[in-house]
């Protein structure tokens, strides 16, 4: 049982390192071909305005913003990439280039980024440098599929003369046209990006994929639509405003990397600032050092396993840090002792020891501390719930108890169970135990999640 | 409007005639603009009819986005400031139809401005009557210097001059409304004209180039593409403001969840209770009359509210232990900063908040704990939360005396001046008490106080006359931990 899991376990690590290969091959591929065939024909529509793009890339990729649920965006560089793509006309110099150039010069700024940005981690902390590969690809896919869409469009456009570029102050025809034509193929583009990376994250998580995606869309329209409208708006302006347009049409995109870096910030300050006050019980003594700590991170992997959107995550990992607070109101600790005859004997603090009733009261005034914040209602909504069992014996199902509460009861068992130990025997018994109550007083969908992410690995 | 200084009167009824005699004007120029008016007032970029139909779209923008909220783009501490999206598309008419024209877009901002309910009469017509005059004001110095120097921002040849030109015009439009709105403000409050105005510029100086691309930007995209291109100008600016909200959703729930915590630790121990919240706000005091600036005032909250946290650690028996405490149960109780800085540790950013909880038992003159650092070693926050820890527990009620009133407390911080506490923070908390502020104080003030020497029952060594027996119970002084930075990360030893 343990061999066969512990092999499914790092089949599952395999693949996902395999899931990323594919769309690094096609990139590769993509910029290999791109880049012969700009050797062959030289850069079109003048060697400068290639050159800024591609800094201006490069300076965007060294300024990503670390979003919450390991998201990653670099709007200022994905803004210029797209632009590029779309750009015809920039001030009186034609940009009739094709789809290979825009590819090169994603490619080359999105490296010289990523190497830039690795170069100075390594010499300002000493680390090791970490290229980041995933967002180059990133970078050369989606540009690829602008340009792609965009491109031989924009030619046939041209071509047929549908749209002229006039001398100063005529006017376009047609531009509206071509403003729509940019926008399908912009949005397209962030499509194929939050493709790219749903199924990535899927893979790397385990998690269903119908709903990453979901997740990702949600997730990336607030920094997605200042990316995209700005790119439009600097091809749009560029025949006019030439380096004007990318200055200031590149305000919005700047506006939303500081906004969103910001707000990284604080959520990220926001997290410690519960991942520490949640100690106060080890502190007090209620707890098991890092017993916290531990649920949340299960709850977290199982959550991402039963594929939890990115809100519900949130709630889930701090409900999960916070789930003994309760236990503040007790005058002394739960005394350790064993479950059942035989079994290891459990420190104390662990809530499985105590009588169903005492484990409610507990779990009521944890929610009521957390509902005082008056924010974090959803929270308090789990905490409350932690205890309830799936299907009482001879019940229901009952169908407003939360998926996240389900998790955390799983979980806090468990940890209450194993703790930090290490051994082999003690997790195998543990999950065995859980599956005795699976279908009952364990969801034995969170059960089977939980019981394939503690098999002890082996090597 | 009656009971308005007759300054304040005159001033509102300048305003408006101003704007109608303008209004006026507008009209009358409006359906006769020729080339000769182009040169001579500047009437935008397009032929006369053109130029109706640009107008009429643009009433309807500033309707559109006045009606919707106002943006918040850049947050600031003394509250996010409303990029109003009116000023750009303002911007952008004078750029697009001209004086007369952007005269007459202004003035739609009235028929708004009638539906807001909680505006009195009065403002609304001085507000948009100052809207028309400052649109009229820039417009009138934009077109000015841009038909004798030929600048045309529509042209293929957009030009640094062009720039400059717009966000000159830009400034003197943001000049002139403050300077009403400042005027207004002088005339009702008495204070300095001058002084005001340089606030409220202070305040509007980065919303104002952010409006001056803005509008910009909204009238190169209209001239070029079309309406359509207009919304994605402005719809990068609802998600800015979306963020913003997030951020201030995220910031509050950090604060509540904090306080809510703090209270369900504060149940532990019910003299306590309330007294780290009390503690937040005097030293919010302290730092206000030290005029901290506003992250670390926010970070001087967080330490207020954490600093004894550490105390769940020390058992409860020895808390409220009535009787003399033995040395061991001293040094149980001296552990409590050293344990409040292990739990705030991991939270990031706070590192003057770290320091502070560390070391809010310090004294001034190095008889202290945990380190026993003297004077200025001391960092700030820890200065500060002293006094104002100490300025609270006197305050409050205690098993073994009543609470002190005020003064005496006051007194009893003045006495131990460059002993326990830094002057500079008594000082300021006696200056914020008479600013005004009133401090939340026991109901029960008992005046005359049975001192001891030792207090006997249930020690708090918040309370000076406590905390003067426990200093002579010198604690050992970790030498090797002596700057702030490797104490912040070594935690219990």
């Known amino acids: 049982m343990s061999n066969w899991a512990a092999g499914a376990q790092s089949g599952n690590s395999r693949s996902a390192n395999r899931s990323d290969a594919p769309a690094a091959l096609l990139a590769a ?96 902390q000493g680390a090791g440098p970490t290229l980041q590969v995933e967002e180059i690809v990133r970078r050369i896919l989606t540009t690829f599929a602008v340009a792609a869409v965009f491109r031989p469009v924009a ?110 910030r604080v959520v990220s300050t926001n997290e410690s600032t519960i991942r520490a006050l949640a100690r106060v019980t080890e502190l007090g ?80 005034k944890g929610a009521a501390v957390i509902r005082d914040t008056k924010f974090l209602d959803d929270v308090a909504d789990i905490v409350e719930r932690q205890v309830d069992p799936y299907r009482p014996r001879g019940g229901s199902l009952d169908p407003t108890l939360p998926l996240a509460s389900r998790i955390i009861k799983v979980a806090n068992a468990y940890d209450d169970l194993v703790g930090g130990s290490l051994e082999a025997d003690r997790r195998l018994q543990a999950v065995a135990r859980l599956r005795e109550g699976a279908g009952h007083e364990y969801d034995p969908a969170v059960v089977d999640v939980l019981a394939r992410i503690s098999q002890p690995r082996l090597s | 409007m009656r009971d308005l200084p007759w300054r304040a009167r005159s001033l509102i009824f300048f305003v408006a005639a101003t704007a109608v005699a303008l209004l006026v004007f507008a009209m ?43 943006v918040a783009v850049f947050e600031s501490d003394r509250g996010p400031f409303g990029v109003d999206q009116v000023t750009p598309v303002l911007m952008a008419s004078y750029l697009l139809v001209g004086t007369s024209g952007a005269i007459i877009v202004a003035a739609s901002v009235f028929l708004v401005m009638l539906l807001e309910q909680d505006l009195a009469m009065v403002k609304k017509v001085f507000n948009a009557g100052v809207l028309i005059i400052s649109v009229s004001v820039a417009s009138a110095f934009y077109w000015f210097v841009a038909v004798r120097t030929h600048t045309d921002w529509a042209n293929s040849s957009f030009t640094l001059t062009a ?91 950090q604060e509540a969840t904090l306080a809510a915590l703090i209270k369900a630790v504060e149940t532990k121990d019910w003299y306590t209770k309330g007294h780290s919240e009390r503690v937040a706000v005097a030293s919010l005091q302290i730092g206000g009359s030290l005029k901290l600036d506003p992250d ?75 380190e026993g650092l003297k004077g200025d070693e001391i960092p700030l926050f820890a200065r500060i939360l002293g006094v104002a820890d100490a300025f609270d527990s006197m305050t409050q009620v205690r098993s073994y005396r009543g609470a002190r009133s005020v003064e005496a407390a006051l007194e009893e911080l003045d006495a131990h001046r460059n002993t326990q506490f830094d002057t500079r923070m008594v000082d300021a908390l006696m200056g914020a008490l008479a600013a005004g502020w009133e401090p939340e104080t026991s109901p029960v003030v ?47 030893a």
Not at chain 1, 64 to 71: A, D, F, G, S, V
Not at chain 1, 174 to 201: E, N, S
Not at chain 2, 207 to 219: C, I, K, R, T
């Open chain 2, 296 to 370: 670390l005032m926010r970070e001087l909250r967080f330490a207020g509210m954490l600093h004894d946290v550490g105390k769940l650690g020390v058992p409860t028996g020895v808390l409220i232990k009535p009787g003399r405490l033995d040395d061991a149960e001293f040094d149980a109780i001296k552990r409590h900063p050293v344990l409040g800085q292990e739990v705030v540790r991991g939270i990031e950013f706070l590192d003057e908040a770290k320091r502070g909880i560390y070391y809010h038992h310090e004294r001034i003159d190095g008889r202290g704990y945990p």
């Open chain 2, 28 to 70: 009358k120029h409006l359906p006769a603009a020729t080339l000769a008016d182009s040169a001579r007032l500047g009437s935008g970029i397009f032929a006369p009819r053109e130029t109706l139909k640009v107008m009429g779209l643009l009433v309807v923008l500033v309707l559109v986005t006045k009606l919707a909220a106002s």
């Open chain 2, 163 to 253: 720039f400059g030109l717009i966000l000159a015009s830009s400034a003197i439009f943001v000049g002139t409304n403050c300077y009403f709105i400042a005027a207004i403000v002088s005339s009702v409050s008495g204070s300095s004209l001058l002084a005001t105005w340089r606030g409220i510029v202070r305040d509007v100086a980065g919303p104002l180039v952010v409006n001056s691309v803005l509008g910009l930007m909204l009238a190169t995209v209209y001239y070029h593409v079309g309406v359509i291109a207009m919304i994605l100008v402005l719809l990068p600016l609802y998600v800015a403001r979306w963020v913003f909200a997030q951020i201030a959703g995220e910031r509050a729930a």
């Open chain 1, 29 to 124: 591929f993509i910029s290999v071909v791109a880049i012969a065939y700009v050797m062959q024909h030289g850069i079109l529509g003048g060697v400068g305005i290639a050159m800024a793009f591609t800094g201006f890339i490069a300076f965007g990729e060294m300024f990503r913003i670390q979003l919450p649920n390991e998201r990653v965006a670099a709007p200022v560089a994905s803004a210029f990439a797209v632009a590029y793509a779309l750009v015809i006309q920039f001030g009186s110099s034609s940009q009739d280039y094709g789809v290979a150039q825009a590819v090169v010069v994603a490619a080359a700024g999105a490296c010289i980024g990523a190497v830039s940005s690795a170069l100075l981690g390594q010499f300002r």
């Open chain 2, 446 to 492: 008992v005046t005359a106080v049975v001192e001891t020497g030792v207090p006997a029952l249930g020690v708090d060594d918040d309370d000076p006359s406590a905390a003067a027996a426990l200093a002579a119970h010198r604690p050992l002084r970790v030498d090797a931990i002596s700057d702030s930075a490797s104490a912040s990360g070594s935690g219990i």
């Open chain 1, 285 to 364: 003594g209620y707890t098991e050092l890092q017993h916290a700590d531990r649920v949340a991170d299960l709850s977290r992997q199982v959550g991402l396993q039963l594929g939890l959107s990115s809100k519900q995550q949130l709630a889930l990992e701090r409900a999960a840090l916070m789930h003994d607070i309760g236990q503040l109101s007790l005058a002394e600790a739960i005394p350790g002792g064993r479950p059942a005859p035989g079994s290891p004997f459990i420190p104390g603090g662990a809530t499985i020891l105590l009588e169903l009733e005492q484990q409610h009261d507990l779990a009521k």
């Open chain 1, 155 to 264: 030619a046939f456009m041209l071509h047929r003369g549908y749209v002229v570029y006039g001398q100063a102050g005529q006017e376009t025809q047609h531009g509206l046209l071509l403003a729509l034509v940019m926008l399908v193929a912009a949005v397209l583009g962030t499509m194929a990006d939050v493709i790219l990376v749903g199924l990535a994250r899927s893979t790397r998580q385990n998690a269903p994929l119908d709903r990453t995606l979901k997740d990702e869309f949600r997730e990336s329209l607030p920094i997605g639509v200042p990316t995209t409208s700005s790119a439009v708006l600097m091809a749009l302006a560029a025949p006019w405003m030439s380096w004007w347009a990318l200055v200031i049409f590149a305000m919005p995109v700047l506006l939303s990397q500081f906004a969103f870096s910001r707000y990284a």
